[in-house]
């Protein structure tokens, strides 16, 4: 008989507890599986909520303007304002010299460490020190920068003290103007030569035109400066009140000069330009915020106060007394608002189809403040241009909109940032 050492007893033991154990480990086991086959499975922790959207975020997205087609954060980053005055092409915001060539006052417009930008104001700006875009009068291309077209919303994040302002030197503003007649403006201020008030009663037009055969023949078209109304400017062509002219045109050099076959009533588009009417030119501003103050001269104004404009008018460029259509809306949103610093938002929307309506819409701090002003998108058969009309701010979709800074020495405006949402591109003038 073998006699087992302690160890071989130990382990003998252990064998035969653990076989003992055998059932009783199974059925533990199996009571385990069942437990946790019948506890019920936590759903995983929901992500949190999406932030809100506010108004103007919802109203651009509706439109269908979600791509960033501008967007300046840095003022003082490499390509975002010329701020040497080169006029080269790549920056996104220029020295505005539209209405004064050769133009800036150097401390008109100062990047701070921040990457904001004070404007500041001079006595030659037009009210206004930075824009997207700066004419090259004479140059091919005649501009660089960016025009936009097709529709747009924007957002400036801006700065001011609206108890300061003295609207005789200026205001804080954002806002926009016709290209095509910043351009002819340039043009004119270039030369030297006064712009006329092409096909304007008792003015001699600055091109001609003559008919023979069923077409037109256009020549005198200088850069920037080309359109062609239906009645004044267009000698010898008989043609009744109230109709258009209409053509591609062929052998056009690059203002426009050659020539359209014609038929009436119909429509004449010349490449670059706006619409045509009634012997005159018709050409809009849209003023996204002006802050006046207290200036007397502005219904409702008041440190508490800014406006939204819209301004079409025909002929010269005197806007304030020629007749014109003009929508000028008050948003009240606070002196200590604007001093803290707010977002002013617009967005423009062209009409989606024939027959529906554009409409232009402002917004503070995601709210909107204001009406909705539409308008009906001009055709074919749309009469000469005439105060009141539905179709008068149509115009806005056959020309594109360089943006617009401003501020004054009395009450300096600070931007932030500006970004631009379009569509796309595709409809924008970039050079």
């Not at 009783?24 to 936590?42: E, G, H, I, M, W």
């Not at 108004?55 to 509706?62: E, G, I, Q, S």
């Not at 010269?316 to 707010?342: E, H, K, M, N, Y």
Request: net charge negative; hydrophobic share 40%; with cysteine.
């Amino acid at each position: 008989m073998t006699t087992l050492t302690p160890l071989q007893q130990a382990q003998l033991a252990l064998a035969d507890a653990i076989a003992a154990a055998a059932p009783f480990n199974r059925v533990v086991a199996d009571a385990q599986a069942l437990v946790t086959a019948l506890t019920p499975v936590s759903p995983p922790p929901s992500p949190p909520p999406p932030p809100p959207v506010d108004a103007f975020t919802a109203a651009r997205l509706a439109a269908g303007q979600a791509t960033v087609t501008l967007q300046t954060t840095n003022f003082g980053a490499a390509n975002a304002f010329d701020q040497k005055n080169t006029q080269g092409p790549g920056f996104q915001w220029y020295a505005l010299n539209a209405f004064v060539p050769n133009k800036t006052a150097p401390n008109s417009a100062v990047v701070n460490a921040d990457g904001s930008v004070t404007t500041t104001g001079d006595s030659s700006t037009a009210f206004g020190q930075l824009c997207t875009a700066i004419m090259l009068p004479g140059k091919t291309p005649n501009f660089h920068g960016t025009a936009f077209g097709g529709g747009f919303a924007v957002e400036m994040d801006v700065m001011f003290d609206p108890t300061k302002v003295n609207s005789a030197a200026g205001w804080p503003s954002g806002w926009t103007y016709s290209f095509n007649r910043m351009q002819d403006w340039a043009n004119s201020t270039a030369s030297g030569t006064p712009i006329t008030a092409e096909g304007w009663p008792g003015t001699t037009p600055n091109f001609t035109g003559a008919v023979a055969n069923g077409k037109l023949t256009v020549s005198g078209l200088g850069p920037g400066s080309g359109f062609i109304s239906t009645q004044s400017n267009v000698s010898g062509a008989n043609i009744p009140a109230y109709s258009h002219i209409t053509g591609a045109g062929t052998g056009l050099d690059q203002y426009g000069n050659g020539v359209y076959p014609f038929s009436t009533p119909t429509t004449l588009t010349i490449p670059g330009e706006p619409m045509q009417a009634s012997g005159v030119f018709v050409y809009m501003e849209i003023n996204l915020m002006e802050a006046p103050g207290t200036d007397t001269g502005w219904p409702g104004s008041s440190p508490d106060v800014y406006f939204g404009t819209v301004h079409l008018t025909e002929g010269v460029l005197d806007v304030w007394t020629l007749p014109q259509d003009q929508d000028s809306q008050a948003f009240t949103v606070g002196r200590t608002a604007l001093q803290a610093g707010g977002k002013v938002q617009f967005i423009w929307t062209p009409s989606p189809a024939a027959g529906q309506p554009g409409t232009f819409r402002w917004f503070f701090n995601g709210a909107q403040v204001g009406q909705t002003i539409s308008y009906m998108p001009i055709s074919g058969s749309t009469p000469p241009w005439a105060t009141g009309q539905p179709y008068d701010y149509g115009s806005a979709e056959l020309d594109h909109w360089p943006l617009i800074l401003s501020g004054s020495a009395a009450a300096p405006m600070k931007t932030t940032a500006v970004t631009v949402w379009q569509r796309d591109a595709s409809k924008n003038l970039t050079a």
